[in-house]
């Protein structure tokens, strides 16, 4: 008998098992985000409840929770008018594959592309998941680029440490105006500060009677 598949919106109540499919996404992915709370997901999964342009559909197997996907409308380009749905944190568990069910994401997220006139479907995968990419291929998905992850910290200190006159300048000069623009910020919230573009000034003293 085949299993009953099913795709529906991530409900707050999936959020422990959408964490568990989260630690199994990322144990073969040193650079994957570690698994949230099930309480921060639950918060996020409520959020993206009333977000128009986003999605977390889950994939359930015979009722039970089993895959995840996160779609996404965003412009293809910068200098094109068209959107496309980004598919993003495909999984599907092991116990669960094979049955149909990454197909059964896929398919919901073309049929959302459909209903908001995107004219394509993109797919983010990992490069090492050889398996993944090759249901990938066989459903006509190209490989166009390469995502590549890591922290702001780590790119700034890695750009710091080539000792380039220029580039330090630049980040110096970066750090400067974000410095000026919190001073500045801050002092917009002060309750003493006027309003912007003012300047704050003593009172003048009262004359003296005497005089």
Same mark, same amino acid.
């Given at each position: 008998?085949?299993?009953?598949?099913?795709? %529906?919106?991530? /409900?707050?109540?999936?959020? /422990?098992? $959408?964490?568990?499919?989260?630690?199994?996404?990322? @144990? =073969?992915?040193? *650079?994957?985000l !570690? @698994?949230?709370? !099930? #309480?921060?997901? *639950?918060? @996020?999964?409520?959020? $993206?409840?009333? /977000?128009?342009?986003?999605?977390? &559909?889950v994939g359930a197997m015979n009722g039970e929770v089993c895959a995840m996907a996160y779609l996404r409308r965003t412009p293809i380009s910068p200098l094109h008018d068209e959107d496309t749905v980004t598919v993003e944190y495909l999984h599907v568990s092991d116990e669960a594959? %094979?049955? =149909? &069910? +990454?197909?059964a994401l896929l398919a919901e997220a073309?049929?959302?592309?459909?209903?908001?006139?995107?004219q394509h479907v993109a797919v983010l995968a990992s490069a090492g998941e *050889?398996?993944? #990419?090759?249901?990938?291929a066989r459903l006509g998905l +190209?490989?166009? =680029? &390469?995502v590549r992850f890591a922290s702001a910290h780590t790119i700034r200190r890695r750009l710091a440490s080539d000792q380039s006159? #220029? $580039?330090?300048?630049?980040l110096a000069t970066r750090r400067t105006a974000l410095a000026r623009r919190a001073a500045m910020l801050r002092g917009a919230h002060s309750p003493l500060s006027g309003p912007p573009g003012s300047s704050l000034s003593r009172p003048t003293a009262p004359e003296s009677t005497g005089k």
């Open positions: 008998m085949l299993p009953a598949i099913a795709v %529906r919106d991530a /409900e707050p109540d999936d959020a /422990e098992a $959408l964490v568990t499919l989260w630690e199994q996404m990322s @144990a =073969g992915h040193s *650079r994957l !570690a @698994a949230p709370s !099930a #309480n921060t997901a *639950r918060t @996020a999964i409520a959020r $993206l409840l009333s /977000e128009p342009s986003a999605r977390l &559909v594959r %094979r049955h =149909g &069910v +990454g197909k073309t049929a959302w592309a459909d209903e908001k006139d995107s *050889r398996e993944t #990419n090759r249901f990938l +190209g490989q166009v =680029g &390469v006159p #220029n $580039l330090l300048a630049l």
